[in-house]
């Protein structure tokens, strides 16, 4: 028999989690920027990470938020807004999902059989969970795969290669413009996303809170308003967040490592 001391692994971790998603009815899962980080695409606030290549790191150690995500600064300097904005957007079309989003279509797939359900309330703007097969995805804060126009408010999906004008001139009305339909700082969540993101957790029985920083409201308050309602909560994420605290179980992993065998603990090998 060996002495040598036991640490918890990751399965360990995660047990609680995946009896409680085997006897769920209703999951919701709010997804954050971490997420599609092993997919290749950088988060906003990364954690330490400093020793990564300047192209990898989180996006606001690099950029200034308030000159690039907001009304304001598109109003400044459409060009360049437009310009990052594109850069980002084609960054998006050439990722491809990673196993933590193809883990969280195994798991709406496994509940739909047992007559349940599984809402992603997502934050991310790359469509890499619907890319993955999830089919209940809300998009918070909008995508960067479609554009819309300033003036009618019209949306137009562009050609998957750089858009031909800085700033895209509206096909829709003349003068207008083009600007990617994302929620920036400062403005409204869609309604009818956060009428439903504050449906679904309040009836859920398990919430997850996945790769998402916990900063950034209204999202950030879904785990709290599933926990008042009864809901088991659970976080996986690199680093702790201002939501670790608060639920149930938190787990220190990358979704892409922790999700397929969260998953596979709770409903076998796929
Ligand atoms: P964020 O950048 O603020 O935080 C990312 C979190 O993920 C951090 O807590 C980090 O520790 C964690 N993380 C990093 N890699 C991880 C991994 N492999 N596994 C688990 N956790 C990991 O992101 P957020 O909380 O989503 O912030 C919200 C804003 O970020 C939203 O407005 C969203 O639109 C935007 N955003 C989206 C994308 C995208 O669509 N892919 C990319 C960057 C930012």
């Known amino acids: 028999m060996s002495d040598a001391p036991s640490h918890p692994t990751l399965d360990d971790a995660l047990r609680p989690l995946a009896m409680r998603l085997r006897a769920a009815r209703r999951v919701v899962a709010l997804t954050g920027a971490g997420v599609s980080a092993e997919s290749g695409l950088r988060t906003f606030r990364g954690g330490d990470d400093t020793l990564l290549p300047p192209d990898m790191r989180a996006l606001w150690a690099e950029f200034d938020p308030t000159t690039l995500a907001t009304p304001e600064a598109f109003e400044a300097d459409p060009e360049r807004v437009s310009r990052w904005y594109d850069w980002r957007r084609l960054g998006c079309l050439a990722a491809e999902p990673n196993p933590g989003h193809l ?69 829709f009305a003349p003068g207008a ?19 439903r993101a504050a449906e679904v957790s309040t009836e859920c029985d398990v919430f997850l809170s996945l790769g998402t920083s916990a900063m950034v409201y209204p999202a950030a308050g879904f785990v709290r308003l599933a926990a008042s309602h009864g809901a088991f909560t659970g976080e ?35």
């Open 236 to 270: 996986i994420n690199l680093d702790a967040t201002p939501a670790s605290g608060g639920v149930d179980v938190s787990v220190r992993a990358k979704t892409g490592q922790a999700m397929p065998r969260l998953v596979e603990l709770a409903f076998g090998a796929g």
């Open 177 to 195: 413009l083009l600007r990617p339909d994302v929620v920036w700082f400062g403005e409204m969540l869609p309604e009818d996303a956060l009428a």
């Open 103 to 171: 883990a969280l279509a195994r798991l709406e797939r496994e509940l739909a059989t047992r007559g349940g359900t599984c809402t992603i309330l997502t934050q991310n703007v790359d469509r890499l969970h619907q890319r993955a097969g999830s089919v209940d995805v809300v998009e918070l804060h909008g995508t960067i795969l479609v554009w819309r126009c300033t003036r009618t408010g019209q949306r137009v999906t562009p050609e998957p290669t750089p858009m031909p004008a800085f700033p895209a001139p509206s096909p």
